[in-house]
């Protein structure tokens, strides 16, 4: 089969190599589409914490188990701990993660566990079935915020994330609102963020009012800044990780002692999460579709992985 290796950062190579064998518990699944994350293109750039080379990347597959349609979802945990018992196995401490510690999606063919697969709905295009992944991480960021109808939801970001997080926010019923300092990559999503009562901003200056959850989909240190812009008791969602901490973090903590907010983190998504974005995916498919803005096949990628650390795309997907 054909597969691109990680053999080091900033070196990408097409080989021609075996399919994976496939373990008692593990499937053989034929990848239509693996789409691309920022993260990536950062272990393309400068590896990463939990990625070990050589490695085939990619963890937003879609594809074919026999005749079946599946997405994937990309963690391998324990199944016996008890974070894996409570659904909260992305917390596991024996999670491994295709793509990172384990062969990914960006190769003809993944040896997947069976557990891991997830179907998908007749109607939803397989692109769109790519993203299930991010929109789960997405989803589960809501659910770890409890945002909840009514509320006032500040998102830092509108690329995909930011996007699929205030998307996820108006469905319960809540009101976001992304702040995006690139006027360009805002404009693109005018039509998608009107259709749904997204409000946007270039900075958060302009925004008046007080907010109930924060969340940055950009890892600038300034988007801790939305500490400052929540009602007291409000909560911010760690949901990427940041570059550094802003110099004045220290008085911006002071607001979690005098204001009781919450600061808390999410990362990654677990199977539910994942199985409500594709169940999203099939509500909202049509109006998604602009976010797949490229299709490459897997020759081109190298080349491209600039342009996904610039933010140019809202997602790239690579299919077979
Ligand atoms: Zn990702
Ligand atoms: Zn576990």
Redesign the pocket.
């Known amino acids: 089969m054909k597969a691109l290796v990680l053999k080091e950062p900033r070196s990408l190579g097409l080989c021609e190599r075996n399919d994976p064998e496939t373990g008692e518990d593990e499937a053989l699944v034929r990848v239509v589409c693996c789409s691309v994350c920022r993260t990536d293109a950062k272990m393309w750039q400068s590896g990463h914490r939990d990625l070990v080379m050589p490695r085939v990347l990619g963890h937003e597959i879609s594809g074919y188990l026999d005749n079946e349609r599946v997405a994937v979802w990309p963690g391998i ?5 008890a ?2 018992l409570a659904g909260r ?1 992305n917390l ?4 491994q993660i295709l793509g990172f510690h384990h062969d990914g999606g960006f190769a003809e063919y993944v040896a997947v566990r069976r557990t891991s697969l997830l179907s998908v709905p007749d109607t939803l295009p397989m692109e769109l079935a790519a993203l299930a992944e991010p929109l789960g991480c997405a989803l589960h960021g809501l659910d770890r915020a409890w945002v909840r109808s009514g509320e006032r939801v500040l998102i830092y970001g509108a690329g995909s994330l930011g996007l699929f997080l205030a998307l996820g926010a108006a469905e319960r019923g809540a009101h976001p609102v992304v702040i995006e300092p690139d006027g360009r990559k805002l404009r693109k999503s005018h039509t998608f963020r009107d259709r749904f009562a997204i409000g946007s901003a270039e900075t958060p200056s302009v925004v008046s009012g007080l907010f109930d959850a924060a969340f940055n989909a950009a890892s600038v240190p300034s988007t801790l800044d939305g500490l400052r812009k929540l009602r007291s008791g409000g909560r911010y969602c760690l949901f990427s990780g940041l570059q550094e901490l802003p110099e004045s973090a220290a008085s911006l903590f002071a607001g979690l002692h005098y204001r009781e907010l919450q600061l808390l983190g999410s990362y990654g998504c677990t199977r539910a999460s994942m199985a409500s974005a594709l169940a999203m995916l099939e509500r909202f498919g049509g109006d998604l579709a602009f976010m797949v803005e490229r299709k490459l096949p897997i020759e081109q990628l190298e080349a491209a992985m600039p342009d996904v650390i610039g933010g140019k795309y809202f997602k790239m997907v690579v299919q077979f």
Do not use: D, I, Q, V
Not at 77 to 81: A, D, E, F, T, V
Not at 92 to 95: D, E, H, K, L, V
């Open positions: 945990s324990c199944g016996s701990c974070f894996c196995e596991c401490a024996s999670m």
